[in-house]
């Protein structure tokens, strides 16, 4: 069973409504919700082992929106043009995706394995995908993006079932 603390704060109290109506437990008037655990950083501090997850987050979701251009933004832009064009031009977006993509990579190794670096990328390539397909492409979003997306879910839980405590 996981540890955890109470923080005070004179703004996040429970409603007296709700501690009378029985929906909630009765907290000592210098409690306050939400109940986080123990080791949750507090103050905005970050642990250092949050550091390169965060840093390898954020460098996939740069490569992945360079990625996506690369792969994809030739059909509406460059559809006229002669196909060596387009490649030429998606080369060049691609040597950024790789500018960070490469560090995201090195960065993150060690932190995760290569599995859960695998399936991160998956994630944001989804939801980079998403917004690239609405607003980029002006396509219409289905309900095959949820379910691809529940499905890459499934995913990282079994990547990560062994790491996260449930």
Not at 20 to 36: C, T, Y
Not at 69 to 88: E, N
Not at 109 to 138: A, C, D, N, P, R
Not at 140 to 166: E, M, N, P
Request: charged content about 15%.
């Amino acid at each position: 069973m996981q540890a955890y603390s109470i923080h005070w704060s004179e703004t996040h109290r429970w409603p007296s409504t709700l501690r009378r109506s029985g929906r909630v437990p009765d907290l000592p008037s210098n409690e306050q919700w939400p109940i986080v655990p123990a080791d949750f950083p507090s103050g905005g501090s970050v642990s250092q082992q949050q550091v390169p997850f965060m840093k390898t987050v954020s460098l996939l979701f740069l490569s992945n929106i360079f990625m996506t251009f690369a792969w994809y933004g030739h059909l509406r832009d460059l559809r006229q043009k002669p196909v060596w064009v387009a490649i030429l031009v998606s080369w060049g977006i691609a040597f950024f995706e790789y500018c960070f993509q490469v560090p995201a990579n090195r960065i993150g190794y060690g932190t995760l394995s290569l599995s859960q670096l695998k399936i991160i990328q998956e994630v944001i390539t989804m939801v980079v995908f998403v917004g690239f397909v609405h607003f980029y492409m002006k396509k219409s979003l289905t309900l095959d993006f949820l379910w691809a997306s529940i499905c890459i879910l499934g995913a990282v839980y079994f990547i990560f079932r062994k790491t996260i405590a449930i």
